[in-house]
């Protein structure tokens, strides 16, 4: 008869002893690594360059808006235009008096220039230099008043300064400044010229007295 044979069961603990055995077995040589790694790795904390990169954070930029089409105000309508009332229809025109029309003032003639110059002329006393230029013409523009008084700087009334009423005065030789000074000296004491009744209700009135020296001067 044979012999029985011998059957050895295993439990699940006993083979586990083992595998736990070998996992602790490897973590340790894995800590025993680490631990103669680490002194070769540098420190994170000692690294001057770790941590020193500045970021910055940009917002980013918001599409430009919409541009808004202006408002366009409907063109107003014209005004109505109005009816000029005429002045014929209305009830103020039998009571207006018309405007007198403006009176056209009328220049001296030639006659009444020539009475105010020989005013002039016979009070002058013209340096004897100027006998040597009888074809020298002489121009000057007054204004008579009213009162047979010359306005401006020829005027009775004003200061004696002959430049202040000769154009260029200060600027002519002497020979020039003395002709110039013995006319303006006679159209002062001209003054005040006697002006007929029709010549007066003209003034003021301007008027050129022009004339060649060889036509007044004295012989």
């Known amino acids: 008869m044979a012999a029985p044979s011998s059957v050895f069961v295993t439990s699940p603990q006993s083979r586990a002893v083992p595998f736990t055995a070998a996992a602790l077995s490897l973590l340790v040589h ?3 690594a680490l631990a103669w790694i680490r002194p070769q790795l540098p420190d994170p904390t ?4 770790v941590g020193a990169v500045a970021v910055e954070i940009v917002p980013a930029p918001l599409p430009p808006a919409p541009v808004k089409a202006p408002d366009v105000e409907p063109a107003a ?3 109505e235009a ?3 009332p005429q002045l014929d229809d209305a009830p103020v025109a039998a009571l207006s008096t ?3 029309a403006a009176a056209k003032k009328v220049p001296p003639t030639r006659s009444e220039r020539d009475k105010v110059l020989a005013q002039v002329v016979r009070l002058w006393a013209p340096p004897q230099a100027l006998a040597a230029y009888p074809e020298a013409e002489f121009e000057v523009r007054v204004t008579v008043l009213a009162d047979g008084t010359l306005a401006g700087a ?3 009334r004003a200061p004696y300064d002959p430049g202040a009423a000769i154009e260029g ?8 400044r ?11 004491k001209a003054q005040p010229l006697r002006l007929p009744p029709a010549l007066a209700a003209k003034a003021p009135f301007d008027v050129v007295l022009e004339f060649r020296v060889r036509d007044v001067m004295k012989r």
């Open 178 to 188: 003395e002709v110039s000074e013995s006319f303006y000296r006679a159209l002062r």
């Open 169 to 176: 005065y200060a600027a002519s030789d002497s020979f020039k």
């Open 46 to 49: 000692d690294d001057p360059a």
């Open 82 to 84: 109005k009816v000029i």
């Open 77 to 79: 309508p014209p005004p």
């Open 154 to 156: 020829f005027s009775i």
């Open 98 to 100: 018309p405007w007198p």
């Open 30 to 32: 894995v800590l025993a």
